[in-house]
């Protein structure tokens, strides 16, 4: 039970990446908030599966890219649960093309999901935090917002962005006892990987070190060390989950 008594909130977890960090926080003990945007049938099957571990668990629809929806969802989460201890930025989308090709709509509307929905949250949930005098902040990077990536030019740039703005935050709010840590994960067998091509995907595969794709409970335990108080000493740091692939 490494996050008993703690209350949660993860953006984007009807499926993948931020099912497993919900389902993770929930068997180790925090009351879950979380939401979703199209995956509404999926949203409440989940609601319903994080609830089974005997935490109180609350799926909300929320547009993660959107300043008002970030704002009436922090409130709806705070009235339910008193507090929050962690929030995980988790949501994201990609529209990936060359730069040649890349639309101004492909390239904004993957900066307001990834990159101002962090914004949208950590503004929204902050003084809160400052009051608590404790907080974790969790950010889903990625590695190509380390190294780059063809074709995802839009997406490297939201990510990178989320690196500048954890490590800012770190240094804003550390005196407050909030820690602010991002994740990069590297391949990891989802949805969103699901789209790339069979060459693509051996290429990933082949480059990585431990030679297989990440699975989204990878990701869920790095979650679980930077939101319980084993990590209480670390913020401002990029955590590669990845199999070696950066190194
Ligand atoms: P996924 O399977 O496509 O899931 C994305 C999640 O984000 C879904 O729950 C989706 O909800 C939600 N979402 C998308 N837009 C949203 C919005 N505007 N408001 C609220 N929720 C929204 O993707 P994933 O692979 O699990 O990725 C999760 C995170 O990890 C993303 O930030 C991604 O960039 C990052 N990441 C993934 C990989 C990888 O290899 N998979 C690698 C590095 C980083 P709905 O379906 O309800 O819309």
Known sequence: MMLKGKKALITG????????IAVAFAREGADVAFTYL??????????????????TAIGIR?????????????????????????????????????????S?????????????????????IIKTMMKQRSGSIINISSVVGV????????????K???????????????????RCNAIAPGFIETEMTDQLDAKTVEGWRNAI??????????????CLFLGSDLSTYVSGQVLNVCGGMLT
């Open 13 to 20: 977890a009807s499926k993948g990446i931020g099912k497993a």
């Open 38 to 55: 199209s995956s509404v049938e999926k949203g409440k099957a989940l609601e319903n599966e994080l609830a089974s571990y005997g935490i």
């Open 62 to 102: 929320s547009d993660a890219s959107d300043f008002t929806q970030a704002e009436a969802l922090i409130k709806e989460v705070l009235d339910a649960f008193g507090q929050i201890d962690i929030l995980v930025n988790n949501a994201g989308i990609t529209r990936d093309n060359l730069l040649l090709r890349m």
């Open 104 to 124: 101004l709509d492909d390239f904004d509307a993957v900066q307001k999901t990834n990159l101002y929905s962090v914004f949208n949250t950590t503004k929204a």
């Open 147 to 158: 190294k780059g990536n063809a074709g995802q030019a839009n997406y490297a740039a939201s």
């Open 160 to 178: 990178a962005g989320i690196i500048g703005f954890t490590k800012s935050t770190a240094l804003e709010l550390g005196s407050r006892n909030i």
């Open 209 to 222: 070190p431990l030679k297989r794709g990440g699975q989204p409970e990878d990701v869920a335990n790095a």
